[in-house]
Nanobody, 126 residues
Framework: VQLQASGGGLVQAGDSLRLSCAAS????????MGWFRQAPGKEREFVAA????????YYADSVKGRFTISRDNAKNTVYLQMNSLKPEDTALYYC????????????????????WGQGTQVTVSS
């Protein structure tokens, strides 16, 4: 399984970015997907998740109302639309696949995911 994340960059506070994560090597449409982030000196933290069907989404409180996760199963791609970015959103963002096929519940912890992308850097200046 390979996950290729892209779309990061350097932006100003209040700007928007859209991250993409293209997956290959697994039946993409049968697994939930998640986004995590890790800032220097901090632990990896949950950002957002979407179930295999796309019907349910979950968000960290810190990004709720600003970020939107979505997926296009025809393109084997999951997206993270990030609006109203803040300096505290600065981190390396990772996409990951849920371990469990057809899981329709929430998946907030890294141990619930088995494959990870290489990360894409998001830097928000004040």
């Amino acid at each position: 399984v390979q996950l290729q994340a892209s779309g990061g960059g350097l932006v100003q506070a209040g700007d928007s970015l859209r991250l993409s994560c293209a997956a290959s090597g697994r039946t993409f449409s049968t697994y939930g997907m998640g986004w995590f982030r890790q800032a220097p000196g901090k632990e990896r933290e949950f950002v957002a998740a979407v179930t295999w069907s796309g019907r349910s989404t979950y968000y960290a409180d810190s990004v709720k109302g600003r970020f939107t996760i979505s997926r296009d199963n025809a393109k084997n791609t999951v997206y993270l639309q990030m609006n109203s970015l803040k300096p505290e959103d600065t981190a390396l963002y990772y996409c990951a696949t849920n371990k469990e096929m057809y899981n329709s519940g929430s998946a907030y912890t890294p141990r619930q995911y088995d494959y990870w992308g290489q990360g894409t850097q998001v830097t928000v200046s004040s």
